[in-house]
């Protein structure tokens, strides 16, 4: 059966939660949890999205993430698909990374607008 579909409206506050691919590592060190949050930065700009807490674990992260807009899943998307990529070119990796709440694997074709 499928998932029901996200509702999603303008100033709503939602807690995300994104696993690594088959419960994989998705931060192998501070480095990479740093470029997740500079890529997580950027989601911000572009979607207006306003982040009230994370917790950033080894093979999966938290966010508490207010939508001025309701635009959840595609800055969702964005953000999950340009740290894929950023994490694929870094470790000379393909394919997935993460898989969260939103049942969804980004792989590098996926993403558009790096």
Known sequence: MPRKLRVQYPGAIYHVMSRGDRREDIFLDDVDRQDFLKTL??????????????????????????????????GMAWLLSAY????????NSLGTCSAGATRRSWSRAAATGI
Request: contains cysteine; charged residues 15%.
């Open 41 to 74: 930065a950027e989601t911000c700009q572009k979607t207006g999205f306003q982040v009230h807490a994370y917790c950033l674990m080894r093979n999966h992260c938290h966010l508490v993430v207010e939508t001025p807009e309701a635009n959840l899943v595609a």
């Open 84 to 91: 894929t990529i950023r994490l694929n070119i870094g470790t």
